[in-house]
């Protein structure tokens, strides 16, 4: 580390602690004297070690613990139970020393941490140390029983630990109040180049810990409270004030567990965007979520239910009776249901326990029921960091959240949510109880869906035993109908429709009747017409018989009497007297 | 270091020996090992013995001792081990300490 280096900026080491180093621009400033202060139980031992901890497994690099208060065996089996392998880290990386002066040591005038730190000094040396933790330094101090000593023995340190080029971390039980004692050690803040208060309150009788950088010299930090919590894993701290990178959701789509609101939102969800759903209780919001996860489950991913306040045996058999299963998804482990007490933690360690629940299950889908229970613990502001951040979380790791909220009062036209969330969901449902003619019906309207075109028309949400769906818009008087309107609507379309059905049959049958009947007449028209037609070839034939029968006697009486002409002239004197007769006889048929 | 015979032999003979944990030439130390010898030269004149440790010397011992600050008086024996910190200024509570009777003034 080159001078001109130390002069333009500082060094920091990475604490590895979540959230600390991204309120600390980085983590703790290196070769430099850090302070955590905080009354008794707020954290400043775990937060000191945790930091020591992870330096040694991340970094490789060794450092010193020295415990003035606490035995080290037990600060050694408070890191065991955070689950840190202090007896592996012991053999090389980590020192600890028990730094505390048995009771019956005698006062006897005048003494200094001489020792201490050149027995300390040589250690690091050999160990090669990079960070020592002075943890609990106000009971090294009030041995001093003097003032002046006490500034004295804390300025040996801090030139100790400048010269040997340290990253030191000091934690104090003193608070900066009015108190005797906080006058007295007031001063110590100033020594430190960084300084991180912890504290702890009770919101609603929810504890919860809070951290704010008092102090950072140098550098750029968040100087607002944060909260932070003390996990399984140790300190987590909840920052939420950084830049979150937002990647690029995924362009292929989850389906809601309901075809027809699928349809309704070009499709269903885009995967790993998170959708907000709102309504009073009893809306069917728990069960919209478990038809979401038992989709989920059903195309073979893995899905995380976070309930609040509702036991998992509870949620399993209410949702099998409107036929949302999830039993069976439940026995091959595709599907956790982890039920959540709200008042059991402060809203922070719910995110926090949500967040290792993710991190074990691995979920593509995850439902929280309600999310806005968060508001009850530990205040609101705190809540709605909480849900900022649970969606960043999701939205980092892809996957598709559904959160649901509460409101309050059946006032359809409320569009706010209690954790003023509804600006950072990817989507936003809201089911209410529409009001008409006596009866409540649940209504589904999609107030926004990022990216994508959406119907915008309120439907009927149905809930029965064969399974939940949405019925079509029927409107009316500019209103969409629901419920016994609905039917009534319906029925009154299916008689007109019946009706309109008959008149047409009734119509067509009288048409095809006449139509027979012009039939029959045609027949009967072209029956007489046949039937003249022959008639007259009939006369026809008649007329021309007779006419050829004419002749032909014509043509015999004119033969015959040729031939009697011819006789006669033959013979001479052939008296014309038969010759009369004939032609008398032809005469009257000539006449 | 030692100003007479070894300290195991005093021990068998009920002498008083004592451990002294010094940062070099530091003034609490220089007055604490003062006050240590002229103590011994006064109550035990023919049977005591005195380490010194320099801390500057060899920290690692005074770690490996639990030693914090110094100076650091150890009384070994006779029993019970005794430990007083600070330069010996208090003499009073040095003397009430090691149960030795109040020097009478003069």
């Known amino acids: 580390m080159s001078v001109k280096k130390r002069a333009r900026f500082i060094e920091k080491i990475s604490t590895g602690i979540e959230g600390f180093d991204e309120i600390t621009g980085g983590g703790l400033p290196r070769g430099r004297t850090t302070l955590i202060m905080g009354g008794p139980g707020c954290g400043k031992t775990v937060l000191a070690l945790q930091a020591l901890v992870n330096g040694a497994t991340r970094h490789g690099a060794p450092g010193m613990f020295v415990a003035f208060e606490e035995n080290a065996d037990l600060v050694e089996e408070n890191a065991e139970s955070f689950g840190w392998d202090m007896a592996g880290l012991q053999k090389k990386l980590i020192y600890f020393l028990n730094a505390q002066l048995t009771p019956d040591v005698v006062k006897v005038g005048e003494f200094d941490l001489t020792a201490l730190l050149a027995g300390l000094e040589a250690k690091a040396k050999e160990m090669g140390a990079k960070l020592v933790v002075f943890d609990a330094l106000d009971v090294l101090l009030s041995l001093l029983d003097d003032p002046a000593a006490e500034r004295r023995e804390l300025y040996r340190i801090q030139a100790w630990l400048k010269r040997t080029g340290l990253t030191g971390i000091l934690t104090t039980k003193i608070e900066e109040d009015k108190s005797p004692a906080g006058q007295r050690y007031g001063f110590m803040p100033f020594m430190a180049d960084c300084v991180v208060r912890l504290g702890q309150r009770v919101i609603d009788r929810v504890a919860v810990r809070e951290m704010r950088l008092v102090k950072y010299r140098g550098s750029p930090h968040v100087l607002n409270e944060v909260p932070f919590v003390i996990g399984a894993a140790g300190v987590e701290v909840g920052a939420s004030n950084g830049v979150h990178p937002e990647p690029q959701p995924f362009k292929m789509r989850v389906s809601t567990g309901i075809e027809r609101l699928d349809e309704m939102m070009e499709g269903g969800i885009y995967r790993g965007t998170n959708v907000l759903i709102t309504g009073s209780a009893g809306t069917g919001k728990s069960t919209l979520s478990g038809l979401f996860l038992e989709a989920a489950c059903r195309r073979g991913e893995r899905a995380l239910f976070v309930s609040f306040d509702e036991n998992t045996r509870d949620i399993v058999r209410d949702l099998a009776s409107v036929g949302v299963r999830l039993a069976p998804h439940l026995k091959t482990g595709l599907l956790r249901i982890e039920s959540v007490r709200t008042e059991a933690a402060s809203s922070e360690d719910h995110l926090i326990r949500m967040k290792h629940l993710i991190r074990e299950h691995k979920p593509a889908c995850i439902a929280v029921d309600p999310f806005s229970a968060l508001v009850k613990v530990g205040g609101e502001l705190a809540a709605r960091n909480v849900a900022e951040r649970l969606i960043y979380l999701c939205r980092n790791e892809r996957i598709t959240a559904l959160l649901t909220s509460m409101i309050e009062g059946t006032d359809v036209t409320m569009e706010t949510t209690p954790l003023h969330i509804s600006t950072l969901a990817d989507s936003w449902l809201q089911i209410s109880y529409s009001l008409h003619a006596g009866e409540r019906n649940r209504a589904l309207t999609i107030i926004k869906s990022r990216g994508s075109k959406h119907s915008n028309q309120m439907r009927e949400l149905i809930f029965s035993n064969s399974g939940i769906t949405l019925t079509d818009p029927y409107t009316a008087g500019g209103e969409v109908l629901m419920g016994t309107l609905r039917i009534e609507k319906e029925n009154a379309v299916r008689t007109m429709a019946e009706r309109k059905r008959h008149e047409i049959d009734h119509k067509r049958r009288e048409i095809e009747l006449i139509l027979a009947e012009r039939d029959l007449r045609l027949v009967g028209a072209q029956r007489d017409l046949l039937d003249c037609s022959e008639e007259l070839d009939s006369l026809a034939l008649a007329q021309i018989t007779s006419t050829s029968e004419r002749t032909q006697r014509q043509d015999a009486v004119v033969r015959k009497r040729d031939d009697k002409l011819v006789r006669e002239q033959a013979n001479g004197a052939k008296p014309a007297g038969g010759k009369p007769c004939k032609r008398s006889k032809a005469g009257n048929e000539q006449p | ?106």
Do not use: W
């Open chain 2, 1 to 106: 270091m030692s100003r007479t015979a070894t300290g195991a032999s005093h021990a068998a003979h009920g002498a008083y020996v004592f451990r002294i944990y010094i940062a070099g030439g530091a003034p609490n130390s220089v007055r604490a090992l003062a006050s240590l010898y002229a103590l011994c030269r006064q109550h035990f004149p023919e049977s005591h013995h005195i380490e010194v440790i320099d801390v500057l010397k060899e920290p690692m011992r005074a770690l490996a001792e639990a030693i914090l600050v110094t100076p650091t008086v150890v009384k070994i024996t006779p029993a019970p081990e005794l430990q007083m910190i600070g330069d010996l200024s208090d003499e009073e509570e040095v003397l009430r300490a090691l149960g030795l009777p109040q020097t009478t003034s003069g």
